[in-house]
């Protein structure tokens, strides 16, 4: 069994925070994954207002945000078990926030060291 | 007063409550590597009790006698160890039983050594089903018999754990006498775990017999309450289990018919329900919420509580929600398939078949029989089938025939 990072990046702010009916539809989400023995790691959340995101680049170069080149910030990680990523890939597409706020997942295969 | 009832009526009663106590007093006394003197003392006190009482009736307090008696001959054990040692002059150093040779049977320390000796007995070395063994024999007071039977195994294959069991406790070096708040900290996790199993053993009871489980369930309250009395134990997780343990006992009554057949949770006589336990479940939910943390009894105690909760609006959200943290906290195929069934009693039926059909629990006779029900408003045939496959699968008689009367009922609709 692989193991999997899926990456949520959001488009805006003012989408972190969910209203208790979405909250409800992403819990079912990732208890629907931990209920198939397939969540590695349930992650976290990651703030992305000022004061609790900056981003760090050479020359003590420090911005404010969690904005970089992108204009989509990551909200979060959590990390999942699958034979392979279409599998994984599956499990991600099933995610609510697309029909929520919109939105992407990133899916990492993890490296393995022994 | 106790004179109209012979010995032969209140003795059983009184070795399984007090027999125990008895015992744990001694083994703190002795220390855990002379358990069987302990246990050879309690013995030979509840047999003198049996001849003497015959001949002279039971005596005014049975159990202040019951105590003289085992006192008596710890003393005259002593005395002849003492006579042994000094006329052989060997070093045989019984370092924890040397230097306080009195003590007292009092209620004190009889709740301290009963919580010792639980401590003792929830001890990781030895894996779970054998830590339950252990507790109902040596916190419980249950035969080998009573627990093979418990536990449908064959008493011999029960004795051989206990022993097994008991050598690993020896072999540990546990100090009884004073168990030190470290330990305390450290093991109350497994302790909680084993009453909880314990319980369960109980509640969902691979046997039939309706008065085994009670006594199961009613000695696991019973241990866990101990837990509560002494301030290192009770915490808040404690509280939860046993918050957990009185909702759920309120309603063994209504659970199983007179056959001993499971009734479904919609079909119950809600009247049957215990209300005082109720009560005192709400009681210890309360006292659990001091606290910041949430364990899994928490969450089981939460889904409980809802479950004898009249219907309210939102009943169903609230019991996802808490299996949908609960299943976050600890991966079990039974909590996977527990969550399905509170996901369609919020989202419908076919909603809930997809998600059930992601947990790959062909295996399991209870996934066929929540797909069985989950199929049978909107598929007959498919219903049947999963409810056939469900059939195939079980062990238990009872549940066999359970399900094939929901088969039949399908088939007189279709």
Redesign the interface.
């Known amino acids: 069994m692989k193991e999997f990072a899926l990456i949520f990046r959001l488009k805006d702010i003012s989408d972190f925070r969910p209203s208790p009916e979405q909250m409800?539809e992403r819990?079912?989400w990732?208890?629907?994954i931990?209920?198939?023995?397939k969540?590695a790691d349930?992650g976290n959340t990651l703030l992305p207002n000022t004061g609790s995101a900056k981003t760090v680049k050479r020359n003590n170069v420090v911005t404010d945000g969690a904005y970089t080149e992108i204009k989509e910030f990551i909200s979060g990680y959590i990390v999942v078990k699958a034979e392979t990523i279409d599998e994984a890939v599956e499990m991600a597409k099933a995610n609510p926030i697309f029909d929520q706020v919109g939105g992407s997942i990133e899916v990492r295969e993890v490296l393995k060291r022994d | 007063m106790t004179s109209k009832k012979t010995h032969n009526e209140l003795l059983p009663h009184l070795f399984r409550q007090e027999y125990v106590k008895m015992t744990a007093v001694l083994c703190r006394h002795f220390g855990l590597e002379h358990m069987e003197i302990a246990e050879d003392i309690a013995s030979d006190t509840f047999l003198k009790a049996s001849e003497y009482w015959a001949i002279n009736g039971v005596p005014e307090n049975p159990t202040g006698w019951l105590y003289a008696v085992a006192k008596n001959k710890t003393k005259d054990y002593f005395k002849r160890l003492a006579i042994f040692e000094t006329q052989i002059k060997n070093s045989i150093k019984s370092s924890e039983t040397e230097d306080e040779k009195d003590f007292e049977f009092s209620n004190q320390n009889i709740s301290d050594s009963q919580l010792a000796m639980i401590f003792v007995v929830c001890n990781p070395v030895n894996p779970t089903e054998a830590q339950i063994c252990l507790a109902l024999q040596v916190l419980c007071g249950f035969s080998i018999e009573e627990i093979a039977n418990s536990f449908l195994s064959k008493p011999e294959t029960i004795k051989k754990r206990l022993q097994r069991a008991r050598t690993n406790l020896r072999n540990d070096k546990f100090q009884i006498k004073n168990v030190s708040r470290e330990e305390i900290k450290s093991r109350l996790d497994t302790v909680l775990k084993t009453l909880y199993l314990l319980f369960n053993e109980g509640y969902f009871s691979k046997t039939n017999n309706q008065l085994i489980r009670k006594d199961l369930c009613s000695e696991a309250i019973r241990l866990t309450l101990i837990l509560t009395e002494n301030p290192l134990t009770n915490q808040s997780q404690t509280n939860a289990l046993l918050a957990l343990m009185c909702f759920q006992s309120s309603r063994l009554e209504a659970r199983t018919n007179d056959k001993g057949e499971a009734i479904l949770f919609d079909e119950q006589d809600k009247s049957l329900w215990d209300k005082s336990l109720i009560e005192r479940g709400n009681y210890y939910l309360i006292n659990a919420t001091n606290g910041n943390e949430i364990s899994r009894y928490h969450l089981e105690a939460g889904i409980a509580y809802w479950h004898i909760t009249p219907t309210g609006e939102n009943k169903w959200k609230h019991i996802l929600q808490l299996y949908n943290q609960l299943i976050l906290i600890e991966y079990s195929p039974v909590t996977a398939l527990n969550r399905i069934f509170a996901f369609a009693k919020v989202y419908g039926n076919k909603k809930a078949i997809s998600a059930a059909e992601t947990l790959n629990l062909v295996d399991s006779d209870y996934y066929h029989g929540l797909l069985g029900y989950l199929y049978s408003d909107i598929n007959i045939t498919k219903a049947v089938e999963h409810y056939e496959q469900a059939i195939q699968l079980t062990k238990s008689k009872i549940e066999k025939q359970t399900l094939k009367r929901k088969i039949e009922r399908l088939r007189k609709f279709s």
Do not use: I
């Open positions: 409800q819990m079912n990732l208890a629907g931990a209920s198939q023995n969540l349930k």
